[in-house]
T-cell receptor
Framework: NAGVMQNPRHLVRRRGQEARLRCSPM?????VYWYRQLPEEGLKFMVYLQKENIIDESGMPKERFSAEFPKEGPSILRIQQVVRGDSAAYFC??????????????FGAGSRLTVL | AQRVTQPEKLLSVFKGAPVELKCNYS??????LFWYVQYSRQRLQLLLR??SRESIKGFTADLNKGETSFHLKKPFAQEEDSAMYYC?????????????FGTGTKLQVIP
């Protein structure tokens, strides 16, 4: 079991470009979370998804940011028209939908976005 | 709404000294509380959860519903405990449990 896989690990974009971050959850996990970590700050919740369903996106900026978790394939966090303030580490975590581990998150290594 | 507060950004202690990392929460229902740890150049990982009531690497945490706290404690700090510690709360309804993290406390153990 490869755990939670995130790619790319590092992404550099110029202002105005699009950034796409991918997350493959652990095998058997159907819930995905995205968090953002700004330099010297903690983890800020962005969005919580189940396959083909956004459960809670209250932490996601209303503009330029979107997330999906399709029936097949990884979850994708998409940032359009990036700005310098989007530079951060983006962490994905997954959990099973039920059972004793349902609330326990397994994290990926993160994707570090740098906007020039 | 659910909220987790970790008042200290940085906590420095000497090796062998006791450690207490503070965590307070706000949630209207019955939450589940966790501590996660991130060692240097490693992924964030679960340290312990309140329902397990176990000690991991010498750390314990007791849920105090009256004070809405879940402080992390260790009687004698070791250098390898230096890391970033996050308190987290899981709560929700309808079968969906959103996990909210505090801003984290960096523990620095001085040799």
């Amino acid at each position: 079991n490869a755990g939670v896989m995130q790619n790319p690990r590092h992404l550099v974009r110029r202002r105005g470009q699009e950034a796409r971050l991918r997350c493959s959850p652990m095998k058997g996990h159907s819930h995905v979370y995205w968090y953002r970590q700004l330099p010297e700050e903690g983890l800020k919740f962005m969005v919580y998804l189940q396959k083909e369903n956004i459960i809670d996106e209250s932490g996601m900026p209303k503009e330029r940011f979107s997330a999906e978790f399709p029936k097949e394939g990884p979850s994708i966090l998409r940032i359009q028209q990036v700005v310098r303030g989007d530079s951060a580490a983006y962490f994905c975590a997954s959990s099973p939908s039920r059972g004793p581990g349902a609330n326990v998150l397994t994290f990926g290594a993160g994707s570090r976005l740098t906007v020039l | 709404a659910q909220r987790v507060t970790q008042p200290e950004k940085l906590l420095s202690v000497f090796k062998g000294a006791p450690v207490e990392l503070k965590c307070n929460y706000s949630y209207s229902g019955s939450p589940e509380l966790f501590w996660y740890v991130q060692y240097s150049r490693q992924r964030l990982q679960l340290l312990l959860r309140h329902i397990s009531r176990e000690s991991i690497k010498g750390f314990t945490a007791d849920l105090n519903k009256g004070e809405t706290s879940f402080h992390l404690k260790k009687p004698f700090a070791q250098e390898e405990d230096s890391a970033m510690y996050y308190c987290a709360l899981s709560g929700g309804s309808g079968g969906y449990q959103k996990v909210t993290f505090g801003t984290g406390t960096k523990l620095q153990v001085i040799p």
